[in-house]
């Protein structure tokens, strides 16, 4: 096992919610006494995979050593991507590793009031509403016109906007960032933005998505484009698999080549990835599910829902932040999107797995 983090694997979701926001202990976190302390594993942490010299079937680490491999499973992830000309000062943040977390949290409890989180996608709106819950002020800019337009569409994205609105967020849409602002000494100040106001800010969290972490690959003959591209059984090259972040494959069921970045599919993909080395040849076609705590609401979504689907409340209510939307496309259900509604969310996704049609759902 090779990774370029010092930490042995841990989970990722309550680094966003309930690790930054104090409430949760760090040894609940490591993974390797739920299943792979009892096996024979050698760890190599802390050194990042090189290279890949897929004749000699071997990995080549930043330290300078190699380690032969008979099948490799490729897992590398994504890091996560900067604003052009993001500087280094105290006080900006990005949070993907443990280690991010640690120090927004520690930034968070020493001294600021004001908080400015740049992008509404998921990991954004979650740390927007972590800090609100600690009492800070929090401004939260989205350059989209609705937050997460391009997945939930304009008119769920709008109940998502105004869930933080509710909650005292200074939410700024169609909102972009020019410059960073120092005090003088080092540190942040304050962002301004593309119409040239100027938001003050003691902590800025910037959550503009990921990138697959591929550059390691390029001389390994490997297909790469935005991802690893494998075949519809996780295969990248013979004895070579790749599974979550990293990898792309096209997924048969929705007819698509897709990279899904949640934690499921990590799971998922990964172990499917290890049976595919073994030999076995299914195609892999899940439907992507993931979840996201917010404020006291679960927001639940399996499929693979677009801006130009048609939706329908078909449970609950949207004033109530209780509800069910359905997402149709082409005659099929394609996606579900739920709050605080998780048994009837799962139903939806058999029902998306059994290829129902819009007009039977």
């Known amino acids: 096992m090779i990774g370029a983090e010092p930490h042995l ?8 919610k309930q690790v930054l926001a104090g409430t949760s202990e760090l ?30 079937r071997t990995v080549e680490l930043e330290d300078g050593s190699a380690v032969l491999y008979d099948g490799l499973v490729i897992a ?35 001294m600021p009031s004001r908080v400015v989180v740049v992008g509404a996608g998921f990991i954004g709106a979650e740390v927007a509403a972590t800090a609100r819950q600690r009492g800070l002020e929090v401004t939260l800019l989205e350059a989209l016109e609705v937050p997460m337009q391009r997945v939930l569409g304009d008119e ?3 109940v998502c906007a105004q869930l933080h609105r509710d909650h005292g967020v200074d939410l700024r849409l169609s909102s972009g960032v020019d410059a960073f602002v120092d005090d003088g000494n080092g540190r942040i100040a ?25 550059e390691w690959l390029e001389s390994s003959g490997l297909t790469i484009e935005n991802g690893i591209v494998c075949d519809e059984t996780c295969l990248a ?32 993909q990964g172990a499917h990835a290890a049976r595919r080395l073994l030999g076995d040849t299914a195609p892999y076609e899940p439907v992507p599910w ?46 579900v999107l739920g709050m605080n509604r998780p048994r009837p969310v799962m139903q939806y996704r058999q029902l998306i797995a059994d290829g129902a049609s819009w007009d039977d759902v």
Not at 96 to 101: H, K, Y
Not at 193 to 214: F, H, I, R
Not at 260 to 266: K, P, Y
């Open 290 to 335: 993931f979840w996201s705590d917010q404020y006291d609401r679960k927001i639940q979504l399996a499929g693979r829902s677009g801006p130009d689907d048609e939706v329908r409340i078909v449970d609950g209510s949207v004033e109530d932040r209780h509800f069910v939307a359905l997402y149709g496309r082409a005659g099929r259900l394609v996606g």
């Open 76 to 110: 590398t992830g994504a890091r996560v991507r900067t604003l052009r000309g993001q500087p280094e000062l105290a006080g900006i943040h990005t949070l993907r590793t443990l280690d991010d977390c640690l120090a927004l949290r520690t930034d968070l409890e020493a």
């Open 237 to 268: 090259a013979p004895g070579v698999v790749a599974a979550g972040d990293v990898a792309r494959w096209p997924n048969r069921r929705f007819g698509e080549v897709m990279r899904v970045e949640h934690w499921e599919n990590a799971q998922e």
């Open 190 to 214: 304050g962002v301004v933005l593309s119409d040239g106001t100027k938001v003050d800010a003691d902590v800025v969290v910037v959550g503009v998505g990921v990138v697959p972490n591929t």
């Open 27 to 56: 040894d609940r976190l490591p993974l390797a006494a739920v299943g792979v302390d009892h096996l024979d594993v050698q760890w190599r942490l802390g050194v990042p995979a090189h290279a890949l010299d897929r004749d000699a």
């Open 156 to 158: 769920m994205g709008s």
């Open 9 to 16: 694997p841990y989970d990722r979701p309550p680094l966003s």
